[in-house]
DNA sequence: TTTTGATAATTTTGTTAAAATAGTCAGTTT
DNA sequence: AAACTGACTATTTTAACAAAATTATCAAAA
């Protein structure tokens, strides 16, 4: 990482956080090169200078997004008391985060089926930090005698972290995807608090 | 239903297994109303006799089929003997079902965002009667005492059927969308049956 | 009442041209 | 040399249109 410069550094960084106020109100195709350049007072010509395509730089921003939702919830995890504490932090970290950036994910909503492949390596790197994260808490737990031994922790992580993906808006709106409404977040939220406190006791003696 | 005569009736129906053929080789898309009469060796302007359109054939066969399903369903709920019994019935009754008609629902895989109304219809209509089916399945159990008392059932189970609508095929290919490919479904099965296990413990003392 | 051939209406597909935008590069500035 | 730009090219999107395929209708026949 950071092979440039530190004014390189800076200058990416600026060109980093106007894009993601370009791709947070107006989605990624609604974003020209263009207008995140005009926005800096700089030509496009130097955004290529910086980023080698526009998708590229879209990565780059999901990229430095991804990373701090993964700081926040680590620093989160490391004081966990209890493995449902642990499951609802990673719950609420996410939801907020969801919420937060709601807009900049226009792009998955409307590409939907073939996302490119760095995104799809992003959300891969997010789901295995998370993986890593929560499969830890798990072991412990289960060290402490506070849940059944699990032999295999990912195992459980992963079919947890799949059923609270699955849990969407109820039967009015069936019509759901992979994305949900900005409306229904909230609602959401509270299925997948009960998800877990039924999940956990599932794992207990 | 079926206030025409017994004749109607018949032809009905060989129209509606024509179309399923047609449907399950082809999907929707790509099967025409030509080619449907033609297999039964019929005008095309029949078919409009007996249906207004073709998605209202379409669905005509989604919900004979759905019928099927749920008869099916109902069936092996008849006689459970707990609670996680059911849940494996539910979930092995689908499983068949999706296994057997896969390609008919190549128009769901392509539609994706947009399907008709009508086909919204028939997938909430499913959705309510296995509510009711397994909502009587935990008042049940619950009333026996082998779960703790559950004030509203309907959104336990609402809540499991979502969580195992979210059950796909893990980090790889991660790329999934509403359906899943044909290779996954039985690893789909399986963590399923590993899903309910942990949820039905979640809801006992 | 059931069925059809002929025909109308609509949707899909393919073509093309224009406009918008992504992306490149020779050359200038620091 | 590193940072930067204006002018250029390449690609993608959009719109307009015609042709083909398909859905849907209907008057008349069986």
Redesign the interface.
């Known amino acids: 990482m950071s092979s440039g410069s530190d004014q390189q550094d800076i200058k990416r960084e600026k060109i980093l956080e106007a894009a993601y106020q370009r791709f947070l109100h107006y989605g990624y195709s609604k974003t020209t090169m263009n207008e995140i350049a005009g926005d800096l007072s700089l030509s496009k010509a130097l955004l290529y200078y910086y980023f080698p395509d526009k998708s590229q730089l879209y990565t780059a921003v999901m990229r430095k997004l991804a990373g701090e939702y993964l700081d926040k919830l680590q620093n989160k995890l490391n004081k966990f008391t209890d493995l449902k504490e642990a499951f609802v932090s990673q719950i609420n970290t996410q939801h907020d985060f969801i919420v937060k950036n709601y807009n900049f994910f226009d792009f998955f909503r409307l590409n939907?089926?073939n996302?490119p492949d760095t995104i799809?390596e992003i959300?891969?790197e997010i789901?295995?930090a998370e993986m890593v994260l929560l499969s830890a808490a798990i072991q412990l737990e289960a060290e402490k005698g506070r849940i059944k031994p699990v032999n295999n922790p990912g195992?459980?992580v992963?079919?947890l972290l799949?059923?609270?993906?699955?849990?969407?808006v109820?039967?009015v709106s069936?019509?759901?995807?992979?994305f949900p409404q900005k409306e229904h977040l909230d609602e959401i939220h509270a299925?997948r608090l009960?998800?877990v406190?039924?999940?956990?006791?599932?794992?207990?003696y």
Chains 1, 2 share one sequence.
Do not use: N
């Open positions: 939907e089926q996302l799809w959300i891969t789901h295995q195992e459980i992963d079919l799949y059923a609270l993906h699955g849990v969407r109820s039967a069936h019509k759901k995807v992979m299925k009960l998800l406190d039924i999940f956990v006791k599932g794992l207990m």
